[in-house]
Each structure stands twice: as structure tokens, then as C-alpha cells.
């Protein structure tokens, strides 16, 4: 019997130590962090954990927080359905100019 | 004029309009009965599905998908995952945000034909076997194994069953044209950024009603007279109050409550949600005042159903009804949300005991005193465990202080845990609409840098007490000026 984990990411069970780990194994950017662990890329998209993880990476990293930027939370925000997707009208994208 | 123009003037409620809560709030008292897991549930309708399993004993409404943890609600607010369940056929529906309806089938979903409960136990008591990345490492080559790993693996990841419902009836997306101003958010910053903002306002809140995510609890407490001995309650209740008037003086602002934005499109494009309505609106400026997201907070055991952020606690009893009579609640932490999660419980009927981690805020400790509510202080909690469907065994530890610590170990059990840090701020639509962003912890996590950098974004932080000086703003019509947030307290 295990007892209670620090749990990081909650959409992805992610806890605090295994993304230490990941760091330790040479994932030191938020970006590949993001892949590898998977924090911040459940139902949530990051909502949940992202500015934490960040917050523990500029700890691990000894940096100063400021330079980390956060990595591309793409819309939509919470998830949909192709129905709805399909109910919107999409302009067509103009065409590209000759340069 | 465009012919969508008119769009915009579909019926959004005035704000004007608002009501104040009473201390009960006005549901329906008829009953109505739910299906959960087969069994037969009785619940006052009117309340969100989770809250009526919560009130029925049920607190683990999902379990988490690779050690199977239990989860509950936590958020309230349809972005975690806590609240997932299958109903009526359709998967991952948020029970937090859904209205209970007469003879709705509730399920448990993800526990597994495959995946069941045996091994999410080992993988949990194993998980050092299981270590970070193993998906990426292990049965890699040569590819055969690879596939058949993959195609064994996929089974066991707990991804759902299709819905056995049709979906087909979405109605079709509404577009509102453009728009000058769009405030997000209708806390004391929307409302005072929208009554400074000339020309065409269009105020959205994902709440029905303004005043932001703290506003119906500071309404409750006000009318239920408990003001009295908390300054810093009063002192936000009294800005609201202002910020409500200055809204009133503008009614031609329009404000569209219950209705939250979901995607940010670049250059001005915004896709709003209203129910199961999508509506597409461009903005010639987005000011962003939406508030915090709780942060609960690292420590083991920091998953468990029970554990609630103060935003959340203000949701469940005054959006959906939850009843805190004769609860046992402890919250933690220190600030506005510590003092009016604990205020809001007492109106409410439960028996707050309090952890402040706070040296300050002297004038509320002496309210607090003379309330009899416990009061302890120099802990943090070390962990949290479940001692049962619906309680809570809780270990504060001490704080430490510059090195020192200054209290001993304290055990309790409760039904409910209510942790109040700073929270921190939501950016993912000024992201989108390329806000630059970097990390600041003290406030809690990303805010914009510099100013402006080219989007027509505007930003005020959430989860930050704001200085918005609406009379300064009042000098440039059609210009909200940039904020500058206060210091947080340390």
C-alpha cells in the first residue's frame, strides 16, 4: 500500500515526482516536459497545472521565473463536439498575396 | 449597417436585474429521483448532478486514469476532470455544471471492463515500475512488438465508450458582429473597466449574475449582517457595491451572464459559449478580467475528493445549492478567500475551524475569536487522506518560519477541506490572441509583460486585488488604461 502521491497534473495523473524525474532525465524545457509527462495536455489543457509545473521548473532549473514563457494552450478552451464545430461559419481564409 | 449587426441585440439580461441571494438560496424544494450506478437517488431538483451525489454520500464521482485515484468535484466550473461521467449514454459530461432531471442515468465512467480496478491498484502501489515516460521506452522495437504493444496498450487507457446518443441537434453558431469593447469577466474589475469604456460595451461573465466569483458569497455574508470585525471583507463587499453603481449609471452596457468564452482567435475574433448556443464576436478591444482559478496546492494526497479551492466552496453553495448545515469544515490559508470561505460557512449553518497561515489580518483573528470559531495558526497541511466516503482525515504540519517552526503536528478529521492560497491567474484567451506571457509565482502564475506588444488585448490579472483607476481611465475616452496590480500580500 502506497500512500497519498503529490499529484501535479490531475487529467494526466502526473505527479510531482515524476516530473522531477523527467527532468532529471534531460527534459529541462516546458515544452518537452509537456510531452514527455503529459502535464498540461488532459481535459483541462493546463488550466489545473501548467503555472505550477512552470512554477517547480524555474525551482529545478535555479532560474530566474520570469524567463519562462508558457507553452500553446490552442482554442478551443474546453472541449466540443464536431456538431458544434460544424455549426460555425468559417470565412474563407483570404487568399495568400504574391510577394 | 451589416446584417448581423442586429444580432446584438438579442435579449441579454440587464444588469440591473441582479438579485441578492437570500441566505437560503431559492431552489425548487420539489424531489426528484436519479438513477446513479443502478440504484435509485432522491434529490431536491433544481441542483447540479454533483451536488446531488454529494449530498447522497457520494463524493468519488470518477477515478483518475493511471493510478485510479478516486476524484470528485473540484473545480465547479467544468474544466477539471473530477467530475466526468456518463449520462444518459453521452461520456464526459461535467456532472459540476448539469441540472439534475427526473429519471437521469448516472454512471461512473472509465472503471473498466479492462482496465478495472485490480490494476490500477498495482500500478498505484507499483508506480516505481511504472516510472515517467515508460510508454515511450519500453516494447519499442523491433516494430512488431511496438504494434502489438500499442494495440494492447490503447484498451487499457480507460478512453471510454462512444456515446450511444445522437448529437445531431446543435444549434447552429450565431454570430454578433463587432463590437468595440469586450470586457471578459464582470468581478469589481470588469464592472469598473466596462462603466470607464466609451462607445459599445459588451460585459460577459460565465456567472448569471455580475460580481465576479466571490460576489454572491460577499452578498450572503452582508446580508446575513457578518461583516462586522472583518475589513477586509467589508472592504471588497464595498467595492463591489461601488462598482456595481457605476455599471448602473451606464445601462447602455450589455452584459451577457452565463456566458463564457472559449477560444481566442487572432486578430479580434472570440468564440463565445451560452448553454449549448456557440456565438462568434469581434472585438475592437478585449479587456480581460477574468477571474483566478484556485490553486489547491502540492502536497500527497492533494487529489482527494473533499479538498475544495475557496472559488470552487462559492459555487457548490451559492450557484448549485450545496447545503452546509452541521458540516464540519476546515479551511486553510490566509487572505479575502480565507476569511469569506469561513464567514460564508458559518451563514451557511457548518462549523468552520480555521488554519490561518498568515501572521496578519489581526482584525479578523479577533472577529474570529469572538465568533468562537477554532483557530489555529503555524501549521500547513501535510497531507490529506480519505476516512471514508465523505470524510477527510487531514495532517497539518508546522509552517516553518525563517527555519523555525512554531507548532506541533495536529490530526483532524473533517468533511470538508477548503484550502484558500492566492490563486492564480486564467490567460489562455490573451495567449491566444498573442498576449506575451511570462511566469511571476508570487502572483500566482502567468501574467502579460510589458504593455501591450502589439495585441489589442488588455489584461487585468486575475486573482490579484486590483487598483483600476476608472477615473484616471475617464480622461482618454475609449481607452481603459493598463492596470497596475497591487502587491500581493505577503
Given at each position: 500500500m502506497s500512500g497519498p502521491k503529490i499529484i501535479l497534473c490531475r487529467c494526466e495523473d502526473v505527479t510531482l515526482e515524476e516530473f522531477r524525474a523527467a527532468y532529471r532525465e534531460g527534459f529541462t524545457e516546458l515544452e518537452s516536459l509537456k510531452r514527455y509527462t503529459?502535464?498540461?495536455?488532459?481535459?483541462?489543457q493546463g488550466k489545473g497545472c501548467l503555472s505550477e509545473a512552470a512554477a517547480e521548473l524555474a525551482a529545478l532549473r535555479q532560474i530566474?521565473?520570469?524567463e519562462l514563457r508558457p507553452t500553446t494552450i490552442r482554442p478551443p478552451s474546453e472541449p466540443m463536439t464536431f456538431g458544434q464545430l460544424a455549426s460555425l461559419e468559417i470565412p474563407e481564409p483570404a487568399a495568400p498575396e504574391e510577394s | 449597417m451589416s446584417p448581423h449587426r442586429s444580432a446584438l441585440h438579442r435579449e441579454f439580461r440587464a444588469t440591473s436585474a441582479w438579485r441578492p441571494p437570500g441566505k437560503?438560496?431559492?431552489?425548487?424544494?420539489a424531489q426528484v429521483k436519479i438513477r446513479f450506478e443502478g440504484r435509485t437517488l432522491t434529490c431536491r431538483s433544481g441542483i447540479t448532478v454533483a451536488v446531488a451525489l454529494w449530498e447522497n454520500?457520494?463524493?468519488?464521482?470518477s477515478r483518475s486514469p493511471k493510478y485510479g485515484h478516486p476524484r470528485g468535484?473540484?473545480?465547479?466550473?467544468?474544466?477539471?476532470?473530477?467530475?466526468l461521467m456518463r449520462v444518459d449514454g453521452r461520456p464526459n459530461v461535467r456532472t459540476c455544471e448539469l441540472k439534475v432531471r427526473e429519471g437521469m442515468d448516472i454512471r461512473r465512467q472509465d472503471?473498466?471492463?479492462?482496465?478495472g480496478p485490480l490494476l490500477q491498484k498495482t500500478v498505484d502501489a507499483g508506480h516505481r515500475f511504472f516510472p515517467v515516460g515508460f510508454y515511450y521506452k519500453w516494447?519499442?522495437?523491433p516494430p512488431f512488438v511496438s504494434r502489438t504493444f500499442l494495440r494492447g496498450i490503447r484498451p487499457l487507457t480507460g478512453v471510454g465508450r462512444i456515446p450511444?446518443?445522437?448529437?445531431?441537434?446543435t444549434p447552429m453558431a450565431e454570430d454578433l458582429g463587432r463590437v468595440e469593447t469586450v470586457v471578459i469577466g464582470a468581478g469589481p474589475s470588469g464592472l469598473e473597466a466596462a462603466a470607464a469604456s466609451s462607445g459599445q460595451v459588451l460585459l460577459i461573465d460565465e456567472?448569471?449574475?455580475?460580481?465576479?466569483?466571490?460576489g454572491p458569497a460577499l452578498d450572503m455574508v452582508a446580508a446575513a449582517g457578518?461583516?462586522?470585525?472583518?475589513p477586509l471583507l467589508a472592504a471588497a463587499h464595498q467595492r463591489l457595491v461601488l462598482a456595481r453603481q457605476k455599471l448602473d449609471s451606464r445601462p447602455d452596457i450589455r452584459f451577457a451572464g452565463g456566458?463564457?468564452?472559449i477560444a481566442g482567435y487572432q486578430p479580434d475574433g472570440l468564440l463565445l459559449r451560452e448553454g449549448e448556443q456557440l456565438l462568434t464576436v469581434a472585438c475592437g478591444k478585449l479587456i480581460w478580467a477574468a477571474g483566478a482559478l484556485d490553486t489547491l496546492g502540492?502536497?500527497?494526497?492533494?487529489?482527494?475528493?473533499?479538498l475544495l479551492g475557496p472559488r470552487a466552496l462559492y459555487r457548490l453553495v451559492l450557484?448549485?445549492?450545496l447545503r452546509l448545515e452541521g458540516l464540519q469544515v476546515l479551511i486553510v490559508g490566509r487572505g479575502l478567500d480565507f476569511w469569506l470561505s469561513a464567514a460564508l460557512c458559518a451563514a451557511g449553518g457548518a462549523r468552520p475551524t480555521l488554519v490561518l497561515t498568515?501572521?496578519?489580518e489581526h482584525d479578523e483573528v479577533a472577529a474570529a475569536v469572538q465568533r468562537n470559531w477554532p483557530l489555529h495558526t503555524g501549521l500547513v497541511v501535510g497531507r490529506v487522506r480519505r476516512a471514508g466516503p465523505a470524510r477527510l482525515d487531514v495532517a497539518l504540519r508546522p509552517r516553518s518560519v525563517d527555519g523555525a517552526t512554531s507548532a506541533s503536528h495536529l490530526d483532524m478529521e473533517t468533511d470538508l477541506l477548503v484550502v484558500c492560497n492566492s490563486g492564480k491567474p486564467a490567460y489562455d484567451i490573451p495567449h491566444q490572441l498573442g498576449r506575451a506571457l511570462a511566469l511571476d509565482p508570487d502572483r500566482g502564475g502567468f501574467l502579460p509583460t510589458?504593455?501591450?506588444?502589439?495585441?489589442?488585448c488588455e489584461v487585468l490579472p486575475g486573482g490579484l486585488t486590483l487598483d483600476f483607476r476608472g477615473e484616471a481611465a475617464?480622461?482618454?475616452?475609449?481607452e481603459a488604461r493598463n492596470l497596475q496590480p497591487e502587491a500581493p500580500t505577503p
Open positions: 503529459g502535464v498540461g495536455t488532459g481535459f483541462c530566474p521565473p520570469s | 437560503d438560496v431559492t431552489l425548487d424544494q454520500g457520494i463524493r468519488a464521482l468535484v473540484a473545480c465547479a466550473r467544468g474544466h477539471c476532470t473530477g467530475c472503471t473498466g471492463a479492462f482496465y516494447f519499442t522495437r450511444t446518443v445522437d448529437d445531431s441537434a456567472n448569471e449574475a455580475s460580481g465576479g466569483q466571490r457578518d461583516l462586522d470585525g472583518f456566458t463564457r468564452v502540492l502536497f500527497p494526497g492533494n487529489d482527494t475528493p473533499g450557484r448549485d445549492g498568515s501572521s496578519r510589458g504593455s501591450g506588444s502589439g495585441s489589442l475617464g480622461d482618454h475616452p475609449g
